[in-house]
């Protein structure tokens, strides 16, 4: 496996993976797919700035991907409710 400039290993990511995560993790955190298409393009470019175009400090940063992820498991959550709720009334 081959190493990023950091030293971790390069993961590697099925086309389904991929496919997936383009349209929901821009559901997920409530913005249009160009949205964040395009703040991916700024981070990289090191111009991502936030409201009132102030730079984005790291604990907004960290706040954001805490609500994020937050979101994504309250989904998570959700859906494993509804499949207990399914599989205890397939087994009476």
């Known amino acids: 496996m081959s190493k990023r ?9 099925t086309l389904e993976l991929k496919l997936e995560a383009v349209p929901v993790t821009p559901k997920i955190l409530g913005l249009p797919v160009q949205t964040l298409g395009n703040w991916v393009r700024l981070s990289g470019k090191g111009q991502l700035k ?5 730079p984005v400090s790291p604990e907004q940063m960290e706040l954001d991907r805490l609500r994020a992820e937050l979101s994504r498991v309250k989904m998570e959550r959700d859906i494993l409710k509804k ?9 009476l």
């Open 83 to 91: 499949a207990t709720a399914y599989f205890a009334r397939e087994a």
């Open 50 to 54: 936030g409201a009132g175009d102030k």
């Open 5 to 13: 400039k950091d030293g971790q290993a390069r993961g590697k990511y």
